[in-house]
């Protein structure tokens, strides 16, 4: 749909330059579909993440795992006043 309007807009010329406009935008549009269609938004969101994750190295894996062993993570307990 948004290719058939864009060739309607690039042939017929509409008053006030409103077709150069619509034309800019549905250009825009079709370069989102296109680039939507090759890679979708959660692909490129969990490399991010695994490169993030990635960062912490080692070490930061290894305290975690420790902490789970001994109880050691998490919210200190409530002191009854």
């Given amino acids: 749909m948004i290719d058939e309007a864009h060739l309607l807009l690039e042939t017929t010329e509409l008053p006030e330059n409103r077709s150069k406009r619509a034309l800019e935008l549905l250009s825009t549009a079709l370069k989102l579909a296109d680039h939507l ?45």
């Fill in 37 to 81: 269609l090759t890679e979708s938004p959660a692909v490129t969101l969990g490399k991010l993440g695994g490169q993030k994750i990635a960062e912490r190295g080692s070490d930061y894996f290894k305290n975690l795992a420790a902490k789970r062993k001994t109880h050691a993570g998490g919210r200190p307990r409530k002191q009854a006043e």
